[in-house]
């Protein structure tokens, strides 16, 4: 079946454009993830949806930053104002909800942002 | 939040065992330990999943000791291919961040 899918793989944009990256689930997951990766870092956690509930903005660097989940589906993550510092891999992950205590999260290929 | 603490990096040859072991003193009664692996400019890619004792799937085994505070996942003959970066990472469902720390992982290289 068809997985994660985010578009577009690549966005350059000027220092203080605004972005805005979108990321398509599997179907059926009710969880779904953000996560930042800086050229040969790990993973950097930024926001997290979990059905009706309230998301986790927790891991959101800045109020630039915003994500929204429309319909329990469709995510898009807008950055405000880009900063060179907002230059990263932006990678989507979306999981079912486990009752058993057990997930597995299915990432997408991500979207590479470069901010010049 | 729970830390985890890996090796940054290993090295191996073709046809070798080998063993990356994650070190997560805190972890919570509720906590599962999972393991991802991740290839360049890829999303990471599940491996494997477990609780306690030992798990075994098609391309990893995993063993935790009864204290949990510590595991170990090994992948046995690798190959060329394996040459990725490995996250350990620990938490449950409806944990929150917990759930979702991805350290630096451990960059494996192997050679022929």
Redesign the interface.
Known sequence: GAG?SQSPSNKVTEKGKDVELRCDPISGHT?L?W?RQSLG?????LI?F?GNSAP?K??LPSDRFSAERTGGSVSTLTIQRTQQEDSAVY?C?SSL??TS??????????TRLTVT | LAKTTQPISMDSYEGQEVNITCSHNNIAT?D?I?W?QQFP??????II?G?KTKVTNEVASLFIPADRKSSTLSLPRVSLSDTAVY?CLVG???T??R???????TRLQVQP
């Open positions: 994660v969880a993830y996560y870092q790990g993973l950097e956690f997290y979990q986790d927790s891991g990678l992950a909800e486990s205590g057990t997930y597995e999260q299915y990432f997408g290929p991500g | 509720n599962y999972t991802y400019s890829q999303g990471p890619r599940f999943q609780y996250y449950a469902p409806n929150g961040r759930a979702l720390t991805f350290g630096s992982g």
